[in-house]
């Protein structure tokens, strides 16, 4: 089934990149700049990078952030991550791929939109070698002052012709509303550009309500309080918002306390549009194909609703009906052809 999972076409829509370098590379660009690292050993360096057992917060887990961002601050750092993580990507054959990043977290050295033109040059470059398509989501972060998050919103629209397709807010959930930053989303939605906002992680289910009413949101990055207030669930069904659901990455924020806690199958059997995500690699040390693995596993998706909701993510992407439609008979078609030829793994 693992091997199968590999193969099958995949979405990813809510994935960090400065949550996902690659170990290896993390190491190489410390020493390129002389940072120091708290361990120059490859797998002690894994385990620091990693979120620990005991992490029992967003804020704990958010830490595991400081060490990528400061070796990714040169354009050729960013391009260089960028390109693996597609390179990451294609090994599983994710086909269709959202990265977000925070830009004003990355200018030590840089202008914002130097940032951006580096991770776009490692797009280019990604998919050049790859079959694979990637656009970008620019972060607002939570807890920088609201005229942050409308510079950063002005980035995106000056990029949204070269593949920035959204807008998000990140960052410490239980100590900032979403409510500050809604200029920032106004500007982004004026433009034309997609909204989708981290809410109900770890704080309640009314940041979610408030993610939709005020930021206009299209999709709720993790959302997993939602079932708390009826309310909010329905305007979730009636706004069409789909919920890009990162089950690991919860338990690892300490989100939700166990898998069993986890309210994936609920959502599903509720008719709630969701995705599924890893949200950070590097940090949950985790593949997207180790997730729906997990899913199969623990929470008793078939192969057929597996794919069910693969195809949620082609619904979700922020690209055109025409681009979802090329890439929904794109996948049906190798769904069959990778049933076909693996029937007899099929249980
Ligand atoms: O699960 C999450 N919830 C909220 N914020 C997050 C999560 N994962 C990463 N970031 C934040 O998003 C920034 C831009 O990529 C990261 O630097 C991190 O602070
Ligand atoms: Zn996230």
């Known amino acids: ?19 996902s370098l690659r170990v290896k590379t993390v190491l190489e660009l410390a020493e390129d700049r ?13 385990e620091y990078l990693q979120v620990s057992e005991d992490c029992d ?39 269709y791929l959202e990265i977000r990043f925070a830009p004003l977290l990355l200018t030590e050295e840089l202008r914002p939109a130097e940032v951006v033109e580096a991770v776009l040059a490692g797009v280019e470059k990604g998919e050049n070698k790859y079959e694979l398509q990637a656009n970008i989501i620019l972060c607002c972060m939570r807890h920088q002052d609201p005229s942050r998050s409308i510079e950063t919103a002005q980035l995106a629209v000056d990029y949204s012709d070269q593949g920035v397709v959204g807008l998000d807010l990140a960052g410490d959930e239980a100590n900032f509303p979403p409510e500050e930053h809604e200029e920032a989303f106004k500007l982004a939605a004026g433009a034309g550009l997609h909204r989708t906002v981290h809410a109900g992680e770890t704080a309640g289910a009314k940041n979610v309500k408030k993610a939709i009413d005020y930021l206009n949101a299209e999709r709720i990055g993790h959302g997993i309080r939602s079932k708390e207030d009826k309310e909010t669930l329905e305007t979730i069904k009636e706004a069409g918002v789909t919920l890009e659901i990162c089950p690991t990455s919860n338990l690892h924020t300490n989100a939700v306390t166990d898998l069993e806690q986890h309210p994936i199958r609920e959502y599903y059997e509720a008719g709630i549009p969701i995705t599924v995500n890893t949200d950070n690699r590097t940090v949950s040390n985790l593949t997207l194909s180790q997730e729906y693995l997990m899913l199969y596993r623990e929470f008793g998706f078939s192969l057929a609703e597996i794919q069910e909701l693969i195809l949620s993510g082609i ?33």
């Not at 089934?1 to 949550?19: N, W």
């Not at 961002?69 to 991550?81: D, S």
């Not at 009906?321 to 029937?343: H, M, P, R, V, Y």
């Open 34 to 46: 002389e940072i120091e690292l708290p361990t120059a050993d490859q797998k002690g360096l894994a």
């Open 315 to 347: 619904k979700a992407a922020f690209i055109s009906d025409k681009e979802q439609e090329k890439l929904i008979t794109e996948f049906k078609s190798e769904f069959e052809t990778i049933a076909g030829i693996d029937n007899k793994i099929l249980e």
């Open 1 to 19: 089934m693992e091997k199968l999972i590999r193969k099958l076409p995949k979405t990813e829509l809510h994935l960090h990149l400065d949550g």
């Open 57 to 95: 917060s967003l804020a704990e887990y958010l830490e595991k952030f400081d060490l990528p961002l400061k070796v990714m601050q040169t354009e050729k750092a960013l391009t260089r991550v960028t390109y693996e993580l597609l390179e990451d990507a294609a090994w599983e054959n994710v086909k």
